[in-house]
DNA sequence: CGTCTATTTGAATGTACTCAAAAGCGGTGG
DNA sequence: CCACCGCTTTTGAGTACATTCAAATAGACG
């Protein structure tokens, strides 16, 4: 149940046996159901969570009703609206379950207290948040691209995501309708054979 | 010096004069000049600065040349490539002054021997960049609207910087050429009048 | 099997781009 | 003070990428 996140976190920040399991106390099982959601848009995002098992679709609705996929989750990732959980703010995003999923959560008060009683977990938060931020600011220029070359470029990074999740959300996550979406691959098959 | 940090922090964290005067030490006064450079596209970013003075632009260069604007910083704004500082990895962006600049410069080991030495101060970190992160990740969501949209936001949200900054700079910024931003400023003040 | 959803295809439209050139603005030197 | 230069902004014409609306085909699930 447990031994993948101490794994996760131990390649990040050294932490001893005793110190992970001081941290299990913050983290409970959850299971997720294909659809369900863990938080939803204008809703404050109650908890943090660890993914087991599964894949997940953080996403947001606009005005016009259009969604759009920030970023999909699979083993190994954390997922939250870290500003609704922490100031108590209604959500810009929703959480969804793509597949069955096995989650490992937190409270806010709950990662609060394991912040006080592991240091090591704080350094290991403060590092992945760092990493988080640079990695959006790295999406942010990815978008001056073509829908295309975004999509080589996830065929590339993420083949495993194009295996598990409906072309829909693919268009969705970059940033493009499926329509959009089905004539590049078209044209990318053509182009190939 | 060091008055409008100490403002700074404080808006965010409870820090007393005495761990203030601590963490002092690790901060130093550093000028830029109009278009110098604080670090480069492809260099190890040296060091992580706050904002005394003046008005600056964070930017990468893609592979076609292209220019992309990833934010201005003004007064009370940080800047840095975090990922480069503390990873030493080449940096994707380079930061330059627009205007001539009073900066708080710190190295890597020195803001790391702040966090040992102001506990506060690390806390303030983390939930600056926790900040930092979902608002990259709502601008994510903004790069959906259309550039006309995006500039009527800016408008509204930094007219400041509209007054401090070149329109070219401010094309770059919304994802568009200057062409496209002088076509959109007529659109909309023949609209408007 | 039938229904519901996802994907593909077609045609017309819109937003922003490219290339090109003109007009505006700011600073420098004669 | 004016002339000139370099850089920014504006304008024009044609183009590319992705969109919309609409419909057909394909797949998934009960």
Same mark, same amino acid.
């Given at each position: 149940?447990?031994?993948?996140?101490?794994?996760?976190?131990?390649?990040?920040?050294?932490?001893?046996?005793?110190e992970f399991?001081?941290?299990?106390?913050?983290?409970?099982?959850?299971?997720?159901?294909?659809?369900?959601?863990?938080?939803?848009q204008?809703?404050?995002?109650?908890?943090?969570?660890?993914?087991?098992?599964?894949?997940?679709?953080?996403?947001h609705?606009?005005?016009?009703?259009?969604e759009?996929?920030?970023y999909?989750?699979?083993?190994?990732?954390?997922v939250?609206?870290?500003?609704?959980? /922490?100031?108590?703010? &209604?959500?810009?995003?929703?959480?969804?379950? *793509?597949e069955d999923?096995?989650?490992?959560? $937190? #409270?806010?008060?709950?990662?609060?207290?394991a /912040?006080?009683?592991v &240091?090591?977990?704080?350094k290991?938060?403060? *590092?992945?948040?760092?990493?988080?931020?640079? $990695? #959006?600011q790295?999406?942010?220029?990815?978008?001056?691209?073509?829908a295309?070359?975004?999509y080589i470029?996830?065929?590339?990074?993420?083949?495993s995501?194009?295996?598990?999740?409906?072309q829909?959300?693919?268009?969705?996550?970059?940033g493009?309708?499926?329509?959009?979406?089905?004539?590049?691959?078209?044209?990318?098959?053509?182009?190939?054979?």
């Amino acid at each position: 149940m447990y031994e993948q996140l101490m794994e996760h976190i131990s390649r990040t920040v050294p932490i001893s046996k005793s110190e992970f399991d001081l941290l299990k106390q913050f983290f409970h099982p959850r299971t997720l159901k294909k659809k369900e959601h863990l938080y939803r848009q204008n809703e404050v995002c109650r908890h943090i969570a660890f993914v087991n098992k599964g894949c997940l679709r953080n996403y947001h609705v606009d005005g016009k009703g259009d969604e759009q996929i920030i970023y999909f989750a699979i083993e190994d990732w954390w997922v939250a609206d870290l500003q609704s959980v /922490f100031q108590q703010i &209604p959500s810009m995003f929703s959480l969804q379950a *793509l597949e069955d999923c096995d989650l490992l959560v $937190s #409270s806010k008060s709950e990662f609060e207290q394991a /912040f006080e009683a592991v &240091p090591a977990f704080e350094k290991f938060y403060r *590092l992945k948040t760092q990493i988080a931020y640079t $990695s #959006s600011q790295k999406s942010v220029v990815e978008k001056t691209e073509t829908a295309e070359e975004r999509y080589i470029k996830l065929l590339k990074k993420s083949p495993s995501i194009l295996q598990r999740v409906p072309q829909h959300y693919l268009a969705s996550y970059l940033g493009i309708k499926p329509q959009s979406l089905s004539r590049i691959r078209k044209k990318l098959s053509s182009a190939r054979y």
